[in-house]
Nanobody
Framework: QVQLVESGGGLVQSGGSLRLSCAAS????????MGWFRQAPGKEREFVTA????????SYADTVKGRFTISKDNDKKTVYLQMNNLKPEDTAVYFC???????????????????WGQGTQVTVSS
């Protein structure tokens, strides 16, 4: 079991930046994939980005490519989501997720992740 705690959400103007953090604890997770998903009111949870902890392979949704960057700190057991040039349509609750055994295809699917954080709200005003 892996425990995940997100932080760093808030209110920002369009064009601004935020950095989210996801601190992981619990069992050894160096074989895990860490993902970020988001869910806006009335919409389904959608994939944002993910990183394979051991290889560093990353995947991004087309809607955030070039604006968002996922990274990790092995010593702090923390994954970061740097969000630049934020848009009102980025407004959502952002969730961190983790699981092992994921492939480059399945890492984009929320149903493949068994460990989730509580979520952090990101609001982008126009």
């Amino acid at each position: 079991q892996v425990q995940l705690v997100e932080s760093g959400g808030g209110l920002v103007q369009s064009g601004g930046s935020l950095r989210l953090s996801c601190a992981a604890s619990g069992r050894t997770f160096y074989s895990f994939t860490m993902g970020w998903f988001r869910q806006a009111p009335g919409k389904e949870r959608e994939f944002v980005t993910a990183i394979a902890w051991s290889s560093g392979f990353t995947s991004y949704a087309d809607t955030v490519k070039g604006r968002f960057t996922i990274s990790k700190d092995n010593d702090k057991k923390t994954v970061y989501l740097q969000m630049n040039n934020l848009k009102p349509e980025d407004t959502a609750v952002y969730f961190c997720a983790a699981d092992h055994g994921l492939t480059r295809t399945t890492m984009t699917r929320s149903r493949e992740y068994g460990n989730w954080g509580q979520g952090t709200q990101v609001t982008v005003s126009s």
